[in-house]
């Protein structure tokens, strides 16, 4: 492994699941190695998967099965940039459809608990703009919202009026 940081997710038994998961979804994704316990441990028994080496939109990853101690909060989470609404509801329905659940302002959760932020580019744009008032409208337009609906944070951003997503 040549790179110097490598993101460590712990599941319980499903890292070879969710990397797999992970690498149908979002592009410039893969499962790379599988590595499996050589011996018996807390958390497995010998020859069952313990690592997977895996990347998720080029970023890399290993998924530990750790057993059940440890769980994914929202503390941390992968902030999905999309480019368009076509793109934000294939990723969003993706994780939610396969097990996951539904947050608010973009936030939703896989079935493996690992918390995700699907935000299309128009919000982060007008969110480091300097433009403080059109800002604010987008940012209460998604406040409003679970799925991040890009026609109303666009009408919200020009000031036109919005209705709830």
């Not at 040549?2 to 979804?25: G, P, Q």
């Not at 410039?28 to 807390?42: E, I, Q, Y």
């Not at 895996?54 to 970023?59: I, M, P, Y």
């Not at 939703?108 to 800002?135: E, F, Y």
Request: with cysteine; charged share 20%; hydrophobic share 40%.
């Amino acid at each position: 492994m040549s790179n110097k940081a490598t993101l460590c997710l712990w599941y319980d038994k499903d890292a070879e699941e969710a990397a797999t998961f992970y690498a149908a979804t979002f592009p410039d994704s893969k499962v790379g190695g599988v590595h499996r316990a050589p011996t018996d441990n807390p958390s497995s028994k010998a020859g069952d998967v313990l690592t997977v080496d895996f990347t998720v939109l080029g970023f890399p990853c290993i998924g530990l099965n750790g057993g059940p101690a440890f769980k994914h909060s929202e503390a941390f989470s992968f902030q999905i940039h999309t480019d368009t609404q076509e793109e934000t509801d294939r990723l969003w329905n993706a994780i939610v459809g396969n097990g996951g659940a539904e947050s608010m302002c973009g936030w939703c959760k896989d079935k493996w608990g690992l918390n995700w932020q699907i935000t299309p580019r128009v919000l982060t744009d007008v969110m480091t703009s300097g433009d403080t008032a059109a800002a604010k409208r987008a940012f209460e337009a998604m406040m409003t919202m679970k799925k991040i609906d890009v026609a109303t944070i666009e009408a919200a951003i020009k000031g036109e009026a919005v209705g709830a997503a």
